[in-house]
Structures are given as C-alpha cells and as structure tokens.
C-alpha cells in the first residue's frame, strides 16, 4: 500500500500527474493515489472532483465550488461553507458568529463514465433526422435530412 503512495507522489513531484497509476485520479497538489478519486456527478456529462460542490454558472453550465457540500452563492460565480450565507454586498461568508471570504469556484470537467448521447431532430411522429441536420421534404413530398442546424428554405 505504501508503495504505490510512493509511485504516485514520484509521478506528481515529476511530472505533475493527476492521473495515477489504478486510473484515479490525485486532488491538485495531492501526493495520495491509493485509492482513486470519485468525481462528483453535476448532470449527465459534467462533474466536480471528489471534495468540491456543483453549482451553476451564469451561463447556465456548472462550475465546481472547493468546498464539500458548499452553499452555492445567488450571483453564480462564488460559494460559502456548508451553514453560513452568501453575503454578497461585503464579499464574505456568514454565520453570524464568523465571516470568512467568499470562495471562487473553479471550472468543472467532463464525466469519464458517460459517452454522449445523439439525439434525433424529430421530422413528424415517424421521421427523425440525426442531430445536427433539419429536416426537410424533397421534391417527392418525402422527408430528407439537411445537414445544415437552422436551415433556410426560400420560396421563389
């Protein structure tokens, strides 16, 4: 067991690994890789590593707050510690007895364990086109797919 704490501390110091030698991965900084890191899952495709705490960006995707089950601040882009409040007017975590300063969250990754998922672009009840295409008729009145996202039909 020590060994491989020790194969995986050689790999960080040389090379910056965060990928150990069983697959898992190291915290950043971290030298222990006896047992793997678990990403924690934010939706289907995004996560947050092991520690941290998925909270929604401004733009609707996820970011990852540094902190185990943080509280996710209104304004999208901070977090506090599990129990205290966002107090966004003076940049700190509340708790009424403590105020420390707001934490930054820090950008999430994709999910190793999840393979993406093509969705149709549905024509009728029983024609679909793959993602990516429209829809269309062709001079048959049959469905046929463009491969174009938004595409333009002009009547002349």
């Not at 996710?72 to 510690?81: A, G, N, Y």
């Amino acid at each position: 067991m020590q060994s491989w704490a020790v194969v995986c501390w050689v790999l960080v110091v040389l090379v910056g690994a965060d990928e150990c030698p069983d697959g898992g991965r190291c915290q950043e900084g971290g030298t222990c890789c006896s047992s793997p890191v678990k990403d924690v899952p934010c939706d289907g495709t995004t996560g947050c590593p092991d520690g941290t705490t998925c909270c929604k960006t401004q733009q609707g995707g996820w970011a990852c707050c540094p902190l185990t089950e943080a509280v996710c601040c209104e304004d999208h882009l901070h977090c506090c510690p599990k129990g205290q409040k966002c107090n966004l007017a003076a940049q700190t975590c509340d708790d009424g007895l403590l105020s420390v300063p707001l934490a930054k969250k820090i950008p999430s990754i994709p999910r190793k364990d999840v393979q993406l998922q093509v969705k149709d672009v549905p024509c009728d009840p029983t024609h679909a086109c793959p993602d990516g295409n429209t829809c269309c008729k062709n001079t048959a009145d049959i469905w046929a797919c463009c491969p174009l996202n938004e595409l333009i039909l002009l009547a002349i």
